[in-house]
């Protein structure tokens, strides 16, 4: 899923710092073992793991960081965007997950209800 929106970047020139989601790291850490073995230069590609609250608002804020393509929920996204506009207004891509749009959704119907699932 990540690679359909780096491979353009990277087509561009551009550099990229990957943060997966704190659940699902080895996937893109194993990209970057057959990214490396391609030849690709050091540097170009880049992953940061950790949790999103601290590694991604760390790279949301970083003043040298020029653009943000993110896939999440609508709370994430208003947090990263928060933070994207108090540093140096980069542009930011998302895509609303559905699965995560879902779940926040059922969440707060199940807050709501009067069945406690």
């Known amino acids: 899923m990540c690679a359909w ?10 550099v990229i710092i990957h943060k997966p989601s704190e659940e699902t790291p080895l996937s893109i850490l194993k990209f970057c073992e057959i990214f490396d073995k391609a030849g690709f230069p050091k540097g170009i ?15 949301a804020m970083h003043n040298e960081v020029d653009c943000i393509s993110f896939t999440g929920s609508v709370p994430v996204a208003r947090d990263i965007l928060k933070s994207c506009s108090e540093s140096n207004l980069k542009k930011v891509n998302y895509l609303f997950f ?3 749009c879902f779940l926040d959704a059922f969440r707060t119907w199940r807050k709501s209800s009067s069945y406690n699932i």
């Open 98 to 100: 559905m699965k995560a």
């Open 5 to 14: 929106k780096f491979l353009p970047a990277l087509a561009a020139g551009n």
């Open 45 to 59: 590609f880049n992953v940061v793991i950790g949790v999103g609250a601290i590694a991604g608002k760390a790279l």
